[in-house]
């Protein structure tokens, strides 16, 4: 099976930084988009950064300037560094990528992982 594996997550001070990371599994032969989600209590899940097979990147307004988000081909695995955390950073964290488990375009999937928890708190 595909999966993702996400790792990081834990408490932080504000001010402070975290590095998630998250890695794919399984029989992959191409991962093409990846990015990471959260989803704060009683919130909807929004897009924090994305980047594409090329590398190109984009962020969320409310993270620009503060992570950064990168990624191994070699090792199917995309990294979150979070820096100057801010309480309003605190959610469930969740890996994303769309992989590509065949030699067609049509075997496509969309993976989410099973989310890591941050929380800044003083």
């Known amino acids: 099976q595909v999966q993702l594996v996400e790792s990081g997550g834990g408490l932080v001070q504000p001010g402070g930084s975290l590095r998630l990371s998250c890695a794919a599994s399984?029989?992959?032969?191409?991962?093409?988009?990846m990015a990471w989600f959260r989803q704060a209590p009683g919130k909807q899940r929004e897009l924090v950064a994305a980047i594409t097979s090329d590398d190109n990147t984009n962020y969320a307004d409310s993270v620009k300037g503060r992570f950064v988000i990168s990624r191994d081909n070699a090792k199917n695995a995309v990294y979150l560094q979070m820096n100057s955390l801010k309480p309003e950073d605190t959610a469930v964290y969740y890996c994303?990528?769309?992989?590509?488990?065949?030699?067609?375009?049509?075997?496509?999937?969309?993976?989410w992982g099973q989310g890591t928890l941050v929380t800044v708190s003083s």
């Open positions: 399984g029989s992959i032969c191409s991962i093409h988009g």
């Open positions: 994303n990528a769309q992989a590509q488990t065949g030699r067609v375009s049509a075997s496509v999937l969309v993976l």
